[in-house]
């Protein structure tokens, strides 16, 4: 397993936490996920056989966050 930690902003609440978490979770390889608003993290392990950073960065913009690189 792979854990990043990824610098996103945009997020205003708890709603968009979940958002963000469901989001991932949907996609294979994705073991856990933690969002904090506050903090604009999102912390990912995944395994990197299944699924990359990339796919999960488009993931997040597509929900309408950024992630900065
Ligand atoms: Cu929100």
Redesign the pocket.
Known sequence: MTSIDLRVTG???????N?VKRALQQLPGVESVTAS?AANRVAVTFDSAKVDRTQLTATIETLGYRVAT
């Open positions: 997020m205003t609440c708890g709603g968009c936490e958002a608003h």
